[in-house]
């Protein structure tokens, strides 16, 4: 079964600031999406940006933009010129691409509260 | 309708109370997932349905929970006999295929309590 960490309860970034998130997994497929979810109080899940595990470029989303090293299972997420509506829980996600049954959903880590100070 | 619809969008139940949660996924999308989200945590599978077909229900964490998609739209999950650790957000999310790269559209949830 996969697995995801995410080793940052919580992060704090000046307003305007870039901050790093960090996310590791783990897997034995080769082949994968890799997504970051952001949650804010409403409570809906919001997709941010998402990698396929076959590309090598680095996926970008105007000021969000990821760091996949797949040999290192790692997937951070980078926020650059934070701003005030950023602040929420942040989630990475796997998905494998095998087919069928609960493989065609989402494994999450635990989150990240992003806090950011104006 | 533009986006997953979850009702209620909170509930509060005594425990041993039956409780319904309705999802009312973006129209014409195939698959359905339910997930659990305990507070301070991240979601968790509960089951999915491609169409009205249950594939997986290998999530439910008892027999006490029950999910069903009868015509492949709207979806019920049903939990009986509540008990204080099932309190958690219920969330609900659909894509428009069962392809893995097809990213998942959530509903905003519901806050179920069980006191």
């Known amino acids: 079964a996969q697995t995801v960490t995410q080793s940052q309860p919580e992060m704090s970034v000046q307003e305007a600031e870039t901050v790093t998130l960090s996310c590791t997994y783990d897997?034995?497929?080769?082949?994968?999406?890799l997504f970051w979810y952001k949650q804010p109080p409403s409570r809906q899940m919001i997709l941010v940006i998402r990698?396929?595990?076959?590309?090598?470029q680095n996926a970008t989303e105007n000021r969000f933009s990821v760091n996949f090293q797949k040999a290192a299972k790692s997937f951070s997420l980078k926020i650059s010129d934070s701003q005030l509506g950023d602040a929420a829980m942040y989630f990475c996600?796997?998905?494998?691409?095998?087919?069928?049954?609960?493989?065609?959903?989402?494994?999450f880590g635990k989150g990240t509260h992003l806090i950011i100070q104006p | 309708g533009a986006g997953v619809s979850q009702s209620p969008r909170y509930k509060v139940a005594k425990r041993g109370q039956d409780v319904a949660l309705r999802c009312d996924p973006i129209?014409?999308?195939?698959?359905l997932f339910w997930y659990q989200q305990a507070l301070g945590q991240g979601p968790e599978f509960l089951t999915y349905?491609?169409?009205?077909?249950?594939?997986?229900k290998s999530g439910l964490p008892s027999d006490r929970f029950f999910a069903e998609r009868p015509e492949g739209s709207v979806s019920t999950l049903k939990i009986q006999r509540t008990q204080q650790e099932d309190s958690a957000v219920y969330l609900c999310?659909?894509?428009?295929?069962?392809?893995?790269?097809?990213?998942?559209?959530f509903g905003n949830g519901t806050r179920l309590t069980v006191t």
């Open positions: 999310a659909s894509t428009p295929s069962s392809s893995y790269n097809s990213p998942l559209h």
């Open positions: 897997t034995s497929e080769s082949d994968y999406y």
């Open positions: 990698q396929e595990a076959y590309k090598q």
């Open positions: 996600a796997y998905r494998s691409s095998l087919p069928g049954g609960g493989a065609d959903g989402l494994t």
């Open positions: 129209s014409g999308h195939v698959s």
């Open positions: 349905f491609q169409n009205e077909a249950q594939l997986d």
